[in-house]
């Protein structure tokens, strides 16, 4: 979200310093991975849509813009247990905003893409226009557009604190002190800790450790793109197992279980992985894809989660210069470039062409 947000502001013609404790991109941020899922037809809220559409949009363009391929349309294809509830909202969500999106049986979702599997008694939908992203290289592109903009990105320079001042707002850091009219606290499963070294006060976000994982199929060609999507199947209340395509040049697939992990702190979480968080995801990965290989690699990533799972973009509440971009919960890179420009308007203009109340911290009041 940093450098989206400074890609912005910067294209807009603002004096940008984005700073961030570590490398851009980096491997202890929520953004790592190697592949995130863009989707419209939202099941979590509709408040989502309108922003996923201009995303979209701006994923395609930033594309251009780069030369580089960050996003790539595959369709994705969910899948809900009989009650479950992904299936439903994401076809609700869709046919409200005009998302294409297609119903299936199990039977059929299996004859078109071979390499997935359901339950006799799910409820499976096809989003022809869902696909892949690749956070770290559009994490590079955008902090390059940004630089290509005036902006400067300091790096490996962590914010001791951030006071407000009668010439705007007054950031301090290991290295030096800068001064700027305006700052926006976007430091992920850190932001909490920016804020409250700072004397703000911030809404609860907690950091959480999540496990990622990536699988090598003996016959690969059965999941390249255009023959194995994207896939998402409801696991559960609040649990999500998915996976993605090999991507090009690659010989192993990302899988994972969206679902909220054990509460740590950032700065000492374990990173080591454990059987038993490969064993989280590669039982119900082998559920629903056919002849996946084996688990190749794993990694620990941490989230930072608000307390309701939505994001929050606000002013920092006692506070009329410091902002807020924080919270995303897991489910929030693919809105990366839509989060820039709604950030510079609410900064800028004060307002943003999008209805974000439901981003707003006062929910938690």
Same mark, same amino acid.
């Given at each position: 979200m940093g450098t989206a947000i400074a890609m912005t502001m910067a294209r807009r013609g603002a004096a940008v310093l984005a700073l961030d404790r570590d490398a851009v991109p980096n491997t202890r941020s929520e953004h790592f991975g190697e592949a995130r899922m863009l989707r419209t037809a939202y099941y979590e809220h509709d408040a989502y849509v309108p922003l996923l559409k201009r995303s979209r949009?701006?994923?395609?363009?930033?594309?251009?813009?780069?030369?580089?391929?960050?996003?790539?349309? &595959?369709?994705?294809?969910?899948?809900?247990?009989a009650g479950g509830e992904v299936v439903p909202r994401s076809i609700e969500s869709a046919r409200t905003h005009g998302v294409p999106i297609e119903e299936m049986t199990p039977t059929r979702a299996s004859e078109r893409f071979e390499t997935l599997r359901f339950g006799a008694d799910w409820s499976v939908a096809y989003e022809p226009l869902a696909g892949v992203l690749r956070p770290e290289a559009a994490v590079e592109s955008m902090a390059c557009l940004a630089r290509d903009a005036?902006?400067? +990105?300091?790096?490996?320079?962590? %914010?001791? =604190? +951030?006071?407000? =001042? =009668? !010439?705007?707002?007054?950031?301090?850091?290991?290295? #030096?002190?800068?001064?700027?009219? /305006? #700052?926006?606290?976007?430091a992920g499963a850190w932001s909490a800790r920016v804020l409250s070294a700072s004397g703000l006060r911030p809404p609860r976000i907690s950091a959480t450790r999540q496990a990622i994982g990536w699988m090598k199929p003996a016959c690969p060609e059965r999941f390249v793109i255009g023959r194995h999507p994207c896939w998402a199947a409801e696991d559960g209340p609040g649990s999500l197992l998915y996976g993605f395509p090999l991507l090009t040049g690659a010989a192993e697939f990302r899988v994972a279980r969206h679902r909220r992990?054990? !509460?740590?702190?950032?700065? &000492? %979480?374990?990173? /080591?992985?454990? &059987?038993?968080?490969?064993?989280?995801?590669?039982?119900?990965?082998?559920?629903?894809?056919? !002849?996946?290989?084996?688990v190749s690699r794993a990694a620990i990533a941490c989230y930072s989660n608000s307390v309701d799972g939505h994001f929050l973009i606000d002013r920092v509440p006692g506070s009329e210069r410091v902002w807020l971009a924080s919270g995303f919960s897991g489910h929030g890179f693919k809105f990366a470039p839509v989060i820039g420009?709604?950030? #510079?308007?609410?900064?800028?203009?004060?307002?943003?062409?999008?209805?974000?109340?439901?981003?707003e911290v006062a929910r938690f009041a």
């Open positions: 949009e701006l994923w395609l363009s930033l594309n251009a813009l780069s030369g580089r391929d960050l996003y790539t349309e &595959t369709g994705a294809v969910y899948g809900s247990f005036g902006a400067s +990105i300091g790096t490996f320079e962590p %914010v001791l =604190a +951030i006071r407000e =001042a =009668a !010439e705007g707002v007054r950031v301090t850091t290991e290295r #030096a002190e800068y001064v700027g009219k /305006a #700052a926006v606290v976007c992990g054990s !509460e740590v702190d950032p700065d &000492t %979480v374990d990173r /080591a992985v454990a &059987t038993s968080d490969v064993a989280d995801f590669e039982g119900g990965v082998r559920r629903h894809v056919v !002849e996946p290989g084996e420009e709604v950030v #510079a308007g609410l900064v800028f203009d004060g307002r943003c062409g999008f209805d974000v109340t439901r981003f």
